[in-house]
């Protein structure tokens, strides 16, 4: 049974720093794009970042500049370092696996079928 945990959520204030990790277990995923969404109270699920399985990065504009996303295939591991944090970055940050088939693809939720049940971010002004 595949698992993906996030940890590293919290309370932290506008400017500071955040690294969240998730954990996947149940199979092998170093041939998936492995990254991360975010929802926040009344707003759509949005794309964050991925980091496919080549390597290669995919951040959206909110994002770039701000947040890295990296992965660890040793430990089936995607980690996402969130610098500069600002209020509008609040929400529950959930941690995706999938096989996207296109460039697009990657940006989209419905790429990835494997899902975490979230870790929450507050960030106070």
């Known amino acids: 049974q595949v698992q993906l945990v996030e940890s590293g959520g919290g309370l932290v204030q506008a400017g500071d720093s955040?690294?969240?990790s998730c954990e996947a277990s149940?199979?092998?995923f170093s041939s998936y794009t492995m990254?991360?969404?975010r929802?926040?109270?009344g707003k759509e699920r949005e794309?964050?970042?991925a980091r496919g399985w080549n390597g290669t990065p995919f951040y959206a504009k909110s994002a770039k500049g701000r947040f890295t996303v990296s992965r660890d295939n040793a430990k089936n591991s995607v980690y996402l370092q969130m610098y500069s944090l600002k209020p509008e970055d609040t929400a529950v940050y959930f941690c995706v696996?999938?096989?996207?088939?296109?460039y697009g693809g990657n940006f989209d939720s419905t790429s990835y079928n494997y899902w975490g049940r979230g870790t929450q971010v507050t960030v106070s002004s």
């Open 35 to 37: 990254g991360w969404f």
């Open 18 to 20: 955040l690294r969240l």
């Open 97 to 102: 696996v999938g096989r996207p088939s296109s």
């Open 47 to 49: 794309f964050v970042a």
């Open 26 to 28: 149940g199979r092998t």
């Open 39 to 41: 929802q926040a109270p």
